[in-house]
């Protein structure tokens, strides 16, 4: 490897994230005059006035902010910034009388959605740990430890293990099919993964350790594909695999027939996911004082299953998804898998100082810098074409904002400079 060309690369990554990335939000997301953070920006970077303020994007905006602060960058006034956003979450969207956080609010902080999705508070931990972490307010962790002791004392199925996802207002668990309260799913038990793992780095607490560890076993024993270690999307409660369907309370805005089911619905896994699986793992191992090489052979085949599958040699990047033992069948290039492959492919030189991981970044960074960022606003378009051609130009909403990118030049950042110093 270069010396040079690493450090070229960083840079490069330093400039994006402290002149481009991080102004873009931090000059626009604060609400003065209704608390909490605004979130929806055209792809000039103004404010559409979508009156909403979701759980997840709350969440992940005061993630951002913490980590941001937590890792040096804003010269101390992201404190600020993040203690406004754990304001509004704490005062304004928690259920005083149910416990939880509501799902979705409008700008004012009335309720608009009032079930209790889990994957909302996997952020929510994750979140508010972080800030705790970053800014010793204590009120982070005691609304986390809330959260995590709702989770085990309603979403946890005792009988066959994982976590029920989708609840009404008094936790009630919803009924089956887009209804969603018959599915468990790898996006939520990957997300609680982070989030216990940073309650834990907050807390050292034996039982937040001792739930990580059941969640990490059920993540490579349950959900991943016992061959090919990829992440497997929807299952039954008794962990047969489940087509892949919409629920009716959705995360993002996910590519679906008109008919709400994927046309390989069992069959389908995402290379973003997995990179982000593989990497996440890695950090929860350290933090809980495990050897990542304790699952290298794991690593191994998620990483090469990544760039042999995943990585468009042809016209860089990476693709969306295809079937678990190769191939792909979604040509197109999402934000958020681009900023996770990143982070993977530098865990992979790292963990195994082999070069075709180094080069797989390269192609992927390269194609996020000269395509992904929308260079007018500094901040990175949502959907592309195969060839780099932008389908959804909006730079921000309650399913595409900050957390992935940001956290992606933060990570990738720390990692480039591990690089260098194994060189020197």
Request: glycine fraction near 8%.
């Amino acid at each position: 490897m270069n010396k040079n060309e690493i450090i070229i690369l960083k840079k490069e990554a330093e400039n994006h994230l402290v002149t481009e990335l991080l102004p873009f939000w931090t000059t626009r997301m604060k609400d003065e005059k209704n608390g909490g953070y605004i979130t929806h920006f055209d792809k000039d970077g103004n404010d559409t006035g979508e009156d909403e303020k979701s759980l997840i994007a709350q969440t992940r905006c005061l993630y951002t902010i913490s980590s941001a602060h937590r890792a040096g960058y804003g010269e101390g006034k992201y404190a600020e910034l993040a203690k406004h956003g754990a304001d509004f979450l704490i005062d304004k969207m928690w259920d005083s009388e149910n416990g939880g956080f509501y799902w979705m609010m409008d700008r004012k902080g009335n309720v608009k959605i009032d079930q209790k999705i889990i994957y909302g508070h996997s952020f929510a931990i994750y979140s508010l740990s972080e800030y705790t972490l970053a800014t010793g307010d204590k009120r982070g962790v005691e609304y986390a430890e809330k959260v995590f002791d709702l989770i085990q004392k309603y979403c946890v199925d005792t009988m066959y293990g994982g976590y029920w996802e989708m609840f009404q207002r008094d936790w009630i668990l919803n009924g089956p099919g887009i209804a969603g309260g018959d599915r468990k799913t790898l996006d939520v038990h990957m997300h609680l993964m982070e989030a216990y793992t940073t309650l834990y780095e907050c807390t050292g607490k034996e039982v937040h350790k001792r739930k990580l560890l059941e969640d990490i076993d059920l993540l490579n024993n349950r959900i991943n594909h016992p061959e090919y270690k990829t992440g497997i999307p929807q299952f039954y409660k008794d962990w047969a695999i489940a087509p892949q369907i919409k629920f009716d309370i959705i995360w993002g805005w996910d590519r679906f027939s008109e008919e709400g089911e994927k046309g390989n619905a069992t069959d389908n896994t995402c290379y973003g996911h997995n990179a982000e699986f593989a990497w996440l793992l890695i950090h929860s191992l350290k933090i809980l004082k495990i050897d990542p090489n304790t699952y290298s052979e794991t690593f191994k085949i998620i990483f090469d299953h990544t760039i042999n599958n995943g990585i468009d040699y042809e016209l860089g990047g990476v693709y969306v998804e295809g079937p678990h033992s190769g191939g792909v069948s979604d040509k197109e290039k999402e934000f958020w898998q681009q900023a996770e492959v990143l982070i993977g492919m530098l865990d992979g030189v790292i963990l195994f100082g082999d070069e075709k991981y180094w080069e797989a970044y390269k192609n992927v960074h390269r194609f996020v810098f000269d395509k992904v960022i929308n260079k007018d606003v500094g901040e990175w378009y949502a959907l592309l074409t195969r060839k780099g051609e932008p389908i959804w130009t909006h730079m921000g909403h309650s399913w595409k904002i900050n957390y992935h990118t940001v956290r992606s030049m933060i990570q990738s950042i720390q990692r480039l400079d591990v690089l260098l110093s194994n060189l020197d």
